[in-house]
């Protein structure tokens, strides 16, 4: 049985005051054993503070990105190395806003999935194709490249260290989520392309579901058999909402 995991995306969101307030509430909210695990990825200058207001809170922390290189002069990058410093737990790698505005490859989102890993970070890998690829039917031959990429250069066994988050990009921040069936759809096919390769750990990865999550849809969403939780943008950014969603997996 995979333990539900619920992280949220802060993006590039908020101040310094609105991340004490976010985590604060979550710590005061979460209670001592939530009902799945939870995580939250807060922009990079933020990540010490809410670090360490989540330090006595079962909620870890991650962050939204992370550079390919370990060290070196490689201007306003940072390092995998300096993220596990800062006791982050999990990277999103990938992330369509990423792929998209930032030029980001499938061999770069490999490359970085296995710097994570170097430095002991969980990366949470993100999948996903965009609208004109799934109505032109390419959906699986998408989000499989994209998973094919990152086992091309980090064994198949990697993924026994890491959570998949399929993430639609029609769905993400557009407040159309993927139906329950869609999203399973997905889910059930990424887990039998790794099942190819290996069930054990086809069986245990957790493979989270994200786009425009919201407290009204997630009970039904997590209900589904192959999905493990969800990565949550907008409706992270407030904690009663977040918890809200939290709750869901119960
Ligand atoms: C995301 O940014 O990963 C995301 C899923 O955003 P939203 O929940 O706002 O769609």
């Known amino acids: 049985m995979r333990q539900k ?10 101040s310094r005051e609105m991340a004490e307030t976010l985590a604060g509430g979550i710590t ?21 503070e ?5 330090a006595a809170s079962p909620v870890e922390l991650g962050a939204q990105n992370l550079a390919v290189e370990d060290e070196g002069a490689y201007t306003g990058e940072v390092a995998g190395g300096m993220l596990a410093d800062f006791g982050c737990h999990f990277v999103i790698v990938g992330h369509s806003e990423r792929r998209a505005l930032y030029g980001e490859d499938d061999a770069m989102v490999a490359a970085k999935f296995l710097a994570a890993q170097r430095h ?19 959906t699986e031959n998408v989000v499989g490249r994209q998973l094919e ?32 069936d869609q999203a399973q759809e997905v889910h059930a096919f990424t887990r039998s392309l790794i099942a190819n390769k290996d069930a054990k750990i086809a069986d245990s990865v957790q493979v989270l579901y994200g786009g425009s999550v919201k407290p009204a849809n997630a009970a039904e969403i997590f209900s589904m058999p192959d999905v493990d939780g969800g990565l949550i943008g907008g409706a992270s950014l407030e904690a009663e909402s977040f918890l809200a969603i939290c709750a869901a997996c119960g």
């Open 50 to 54: 809410v670090g360490k207001l989540l």
């Open 149 to 180: 990429a990152v086992i091309a250069a980090a064994g198949v066994s990697a993924l026994g260290r890491a959570v998949i988050a399929y993430e639609p990009v029609w769905a993400i921040g557009t407040g159309r989520t993927a139906s329950p």
């Open 120 to 138: 002991g970070l969980v990366p949470i890998l993100c999948l996903g194709e965009t609208l004109e690829e799934r109505e032109s039917g390419v």
């Open 5 to 14: 995991l619920v992280a949220g995306n802060w993006k590039m969101q908020g």
């Open 28 to 48: 005061a909210g979460i209670g001592e054993a939530p009902p799945c695990a939870v995580a939250v990825c807060p922009p990079y200058p933020y990540l010490d």
